[in-house]
């Protein structure tokens, strides 16, 4: 993991007085499952909004896919993907129209979307419910197909902003293999969760609390470093 896609350093967002994200230095690389850990009210979803081009930062230098969030924002959305707890999907439209919605957002041509439709149909073994409304469909069909077409046009990164909540664990592993195979794929993932046996899946952990970035290395080194069994104890001794 050579190429940076994400570059951040001295992020500072501020809300009037109060700092959202005070000072944030780090670097994700391609093909990085990259998890971004923190209570609620710690700042993530504030820096991710920035990452994605939503808002803008009050200082700091950043580029996400080589583009500068300042002067590029427009660059940065054509190059990304992003999926939210709430799956961003419309559940009065059907499978099929959900997928020709997407394609035509990212500007996918017609006959390509119909044979990345199929290819995808194929895969999540949805082919049989390709007319149903995706308000009919159980939650992890929801959630898988959400995933697929948050990477329909093959981003260089995808953004998911606690992806699982809410889900059983067995439907959350099977996302997980998703994830994998994305990043295999070359594309980087930058997840939040608050599922810390899921920040055991990511190859890098940042670990944020009160708008700072107080640890951030593989799990394994974390574990080592707090003298602690798993991801759950070294959160508990950062948030502490």
């Not at 501020?14 to 609620?40: C, H, M, Q, R, T």
């Not at 979803?45 to 990452?51: C, E, G, K, M, V």
């Not at 919605?101 to 390709?130: H, P, T, V």
């Not at 940042?206 to 959160?235: H, R």
Request: glycine fraction near 8%; include cysteine.
């Amino acid at each position: 993991m050579t190429e940076k896609i994400i570059t951040v350093k001295n992020l500072i967002k501020k809300f009037g007085s109060f700092v959202a994200n005070d000072d944030l230095s780090f670097d994700v690389y391609k093909g990085e499952i990259f998890g971004f850990l923190g209570a609620n009210g710690a700042g993530k979803t504030t820096a991710i909004r920035i990452l994605c081009g939503l808002s803008s930062p009050t200082s700091g230098e950043l580029k996400v896919a080589g583009f500068d969030v300042y002067r590029e924002t427009e660059k940065i959305k054509k190059n990304i993907g992003y999926m939210s707890q709430k799956f961003s999907l419309y559940e009065d439209l059907t499978v099929s129209e959900n997928i020709q919605l997407f394609a035509g957002i990212y500007g996918i041509s017609s006959k390509r979307r119909k044979e990345k439709e199929a290819e995808l149909l194929k895969k999540l073994e949805l082919e049989d419910a390709k007319n149903k409304l995706i308000g009919s469909l159980p939650l992890g069909w929801k959630q898988k197909l959400a995933f697929s077409v948050a990477i329909f046009h093959d981003p260089k990164i995808v953004f998911l902003d606690e992806p699982t909540g809410g889900v059983d664990p067995v439907t959350r592993r099977k996302f997980w293999d998703l994830i994998y195979e994305a990043a295999n794929n070359g594309i980087t993932v930058f997840v939040t969760t608050h599922y810390m046996d899921e920040a055991e899946y990511c190859n890098r952990v940042s670990i944020m609390e009160a708008g700072k970035i107080e640890a951030l290395d593989t799990p394994a080194k974390l574990k080592e470093i707090y003298n602690a069994k798993n991801m759950d104890e070294v959160f508990l001794k950062i948030a502490r």
